[in-house]
């Protein structure tokens, strides 16, 4: 079983910061197609950055410019660092590892709040 392993989550007050890390298997390891979604209350699930080919990244229209995602290949792990938070990024984080065509990874989750 493929486990990703986040962390780095918790309660940080408006205009703070985080960081999430996303440990995986190195057969889990997409360097191409790896991300970050968050799922908030009663909403669905949302991309909030991801890697895409040839080490280009795309980012949500809401975090650009506040949140930034990168990756240690040597460690296998993946980062989103999070600045400026506001309480609208409270959600559930999840990394993703993507194997075309259909192979899908995801961990746990991790919980972010940010308090007003």
């Known amino acids: 079983q493929v486990q990703l392993v986040e962390s780095g989550g918790g309660l940080v007050q408006t205009g703070g910061f985080l960081s999430l890390s996303c440990v995986m298997p190195k057969n889990a390891f997409s360097i191409d197609a790896m991300g970050w979604y968050r799922q908030a209350p009663g909403k669905q699930r949302e991309l909030v950055a991801r890697?895409?080919?040839?080490?280009?990244?795309i980012y949500a229209d809401s975090v650009k410019g506040r949140f930034a995602i990168s990756r240690d290949n040597a460690r296998l792990t993946m980062y989103l660092s999070m600045t400026n938070l506001v309480p609208e990024d409270t959600a559930v984080y999840y990394c993703n590892s993507y194997f075309p065509p259909s192979t899908n990874y995801w961990g746990q989750g991790t919980q972010v709040t940010v308090s007003s």
């Open positions: 890697f895409v080919q040839k080490g280009g990244t």
